[in-house]
């Protein structure tokens, strides 16, 4: 009895052994490809928001970690874009607590000049049909917020038409909308009174090991 | 190959494919089955990873059922099934990355499908290697046709459209691929919606009995009627 529950035990653990070193080493090759493509994406929504023209500095690396209640209380990415060292743009992320499904995740980049260059949503739950309008794939909506002035902190026209503002809500769907022009205008109210502090040298918000990584993402992108 | 090896090769095929159908008879992995198949191309890429999963998990059980003592057979089925499931995911996150986003929590509900350890269990555990994996095979291109079929009619009623997306698993090459069926402004949400699919899964469902019920009608001199689980409702008729 006892000694068929070593043995049980020896060939459960063999067998614990092997499959953890399989996933080992698939994890192992894998790795490098998986931090890429994320950055890539990444960088694919920063270059959709800030043209990279504007630019001439690693915007994905030249970046701050930051906390704010008008981001919605959560550790959020600052990416700042510079040229010739001098401020361009700042895409900043920030969470929308208040949508119909859950949190709301997107990206807003700012021009020094005072105007919005461009929204994005990077992660939700909203329904699918109705309030998933929101993703660029699905409408042009977000890019409605492109080239608009930065509110003031009681400026009505920062909401949707039903709330007497200037932005479009969808059909059967005025939740999401609502709480994503909301945020937004969050964000953009906190950049007009950090905008000073965001630009200076700072701690970047990546270890340096991970900035290796960098040359893989160009080689990717071309 | 003997005439004999051949025909069960046959009859794995028919059970996978129609008889024993892991979606339709068996009602196995609904959870991944009715909450991924909103469009063909989610339907096609979880469809692949079940597959592959199932055709790794069954040869390496087959293969390994003559050392594994029958009281912790289940906890090492499950660590190999584990084990898959994760280089599958590893696999899909770094080379089909879109429709891993997409796919989200339901590529690691891989592991909790029923249709994996059920085979491993009922079949691979006490089959060679070869019809192990020819059983999970089938099986898994039977669960990949339900889940197609399932992705197909909620796409085109929900958005009109067929490969919606196609990209993201296939490449850029595949965004051609995407059909529009017809156009409307407003989506028929139900379809979309997990309600929609279990709608959806009823019909096909009764579809599959209805054919099956013609069938035995149409010979029914042939069956000695050992059904042990088919339903037939002669009084439907």
């Known amino acids: 009895m006892l000694s068929s529950v070593s043995k049980n035990a020896k060939v459960l653990a063999l067998f614990a052994v092997i499959a953890t070193a399989i996933v080992g080493l698939v994890n192992e090759a894998t790795k490098g490809r998986i931090i890429a493509q994320e950055q890539a994406q990444l960088l694919k929504v920063l270059h959709s928001i800030i043209p990279p023209k504007l630019h001439n500095n690693d915007i994905y690396n030249d970046c701050k970690i930051i906390t704010d209640p008008l981001l919605g209380n959560k550790e959020q990415t600052a990416y700042l874009a510079k040229y010739n ?10 969470t929308a607590p208040d949508g119909y499904n859950g949190n709301i995740n997107l990206i807003v980049a700012i021009n020094t000049n005072g105007r ?50 200037m932005f479009d809500q969808f059909t059967g769907a005025t939740i999401t909308p609502r709480a994503v022009v909301k945020a937004v205008k969050k964000v953009a109210l906190y950049f007009k009174s950090h905008q000073q502090s965001l630009f ?17 993402v160009e080689n990717e992108n071309d | 190959m003997t005439e004999q090896g051949i025909s069960e090769y046959k009859e794995l095929a028919w059970q996978g494919l129609w008889k024993n159908n892991p ?3 068996q009602l196995l992995g609904l959870c991944p089955l009715l909450a991924v198949t909103s469009t063909v191309t989610n339907a096609l890429g979880l469809g ?11 040869t390496t059980v087959s293969l390994i059922r003559l050392w594994v003592p029958k009281e912790i057979r289940i906890p090492i089925f499950v660590l190999i099934i584990a084990a898959f499931v994760t280089c599958v995911q590893l696999l899909m996150n770094a080379f089909t990355y879109g429709l891993y ?6 590529l690691p509900l891989i592991v909790t499908n029923c249709v994996i350890i059920g085979r491993a269990e009922a079949y691979a ?38 490969f919606d997306g196609a990209d993201l698993l296939l490449g850029d090459w595949a965004a051609s691929l995407r059909i529009e069926v017809f156009h409307f402004d407003s989506k028929f949400l139900l379809a979309i919606l997990p309600p929609g699919a279990f709608f959806a899964m009823g019909f096909l469902i009764a579809a599959k009995n209805a054919i099956d019920t013609k069938i035995t009608v149409r010979k029914p001199k042939e069956e000695n009627k050992t059904i042990e689980r088919v339903r037939v409702n002669f009084d439907a008729q």
Do not use: Y
Request: glycine share 12%; aromatic share 4%; with cysteine.
């Open chain 1, 200 to 216: 200076e040298q700072g701690k970047s918000c990546r270890p340096e090991s991970d900035k290796l990584t960098q040359e893989m």
């Open chain 2, 101 to 106: 986003q997409s796919l989200g929590i339901f």
């Open chain 1, 116 to 165: 919005i260059s461009g929204v994005r949503i990077l992660k939700h739950q909203e329904t699918p049909g109705l309030g998933d309008k929101i993703e660029e794939r699905k409408s042009t909506w977000i890019t409605r917020f492109s080239g608009k002035i930065l509110p003031e902190e009681n400026d009505n026209q920062w909401a949707v038409r039903k709330d007497g503002g």
């Open chain 2, 23 to 25: 979606g339709l008879v």
């Open chain 2, 125 to 162: 555990s006490k089959n060679p290697i070869k019809k192990a994996s020819f059983d999970g095979l089938m099986m898994g291109l039977g669960f990949t046709l339900v889940l197609l079929i399932l992705g197909a009619i909620r796409e085109i009623l929900g958005q009109g459209t067929l």
């Open chain 2, 48 to 58: 692949l990873a079940t597959l592959l999963v199932l055709v790794a998990s069954n």
């Open chain 1, 85 to 94: 060292n001098k401020p361009i743009a700042a895409a900043i992320t920030a």
